[in-house]
């Protein structure tokens, strides 16, 4: 097991689709951004959360909100993925387009919201051992919640400035789940 990848991920728009016939608000990074925050977060039991969070309002008996549920599993089970004898590699759930527009901008700032959401349901114990480079990753991704994703433009410029934000969104995450797994020892999703 290597790498939540885009085989194990669901594409983007065929989840945001899902997401929006079953009710659900969150889109599809926002969700992908949750599931890392939880386990970023340690948060203890953090499956029965996810479904508590996510799957509240979704019918049991509806067929289209069993497949929205599988979509979202797969989507948590991508970020709890087992890499304890391989490095954890990260893939954003975002458009596959790059390209520099309100649609990919405002996906990237709901990524940091949703992660930032389950980072936080770690609760106090946690951030008061986080390093100082967590604590300032985790400031940056907060910074990256307040990306204005109106006055956009697709130049050369933004589009590799829109890569390294990216660039930097995996590799914070990959040190922040360092940092608190050193922690607490990485606990299994439950």
Not at 151 to 165: G, H, R
Request: charged fraction near 30%; proline fraction near 4%.
């Amino acid at each position: 097991m290597s790498a939540i990848d885009d085989e194990r991920l669901p594409e983007y728009f065929d989840l945001q689709a899902a997401l929006r016939r079953c009710g659900v608000a969150q889109g599809p990074a926002e969700v992908q951004g949750f599931a890392l925050g939880l386990q970023c977060g340690q948060v203890s039991e953090p499956r029965r959360v996810w479904r508590e969070e996510l799957y509240s309002d979704l019918d049991p008996a509806d067929v289209l909100a069993e497949e929205c549920r599988r979509a979202l599993d797969r989507v948590f089970d991508a970020a709890f993925q087992d890499t304890s004898d391989t490095p954890f590699e990260l893939t954003l759930l975002l458009p596959r387009d790059i390209e520099v527009n309100s649609v990919r901008l405002g996906a990237l700032r709901d990524w940091c919201q949703g992660f930032l959401y389950g980072f936080g349901l770690g609760g106090e114990r946690l951030r008061h051992g986080l390093s100082a480079q967590t604590q300032e990753l985790l400031h940056d991704i907060t910074e990256f919640t307040r990306v204005d994703t109106e006055n956009v433009d697709n130049s050369e410029q933004d589009q590799a400035s829109l890569i390294e934000v990216e660039e930097y969104l995996r590799e914070a995450v990959l040190l922040i789940r360092d940092d608190t797994q050193l922690e607490r020892g990485g606990d299994e999703p439950k």
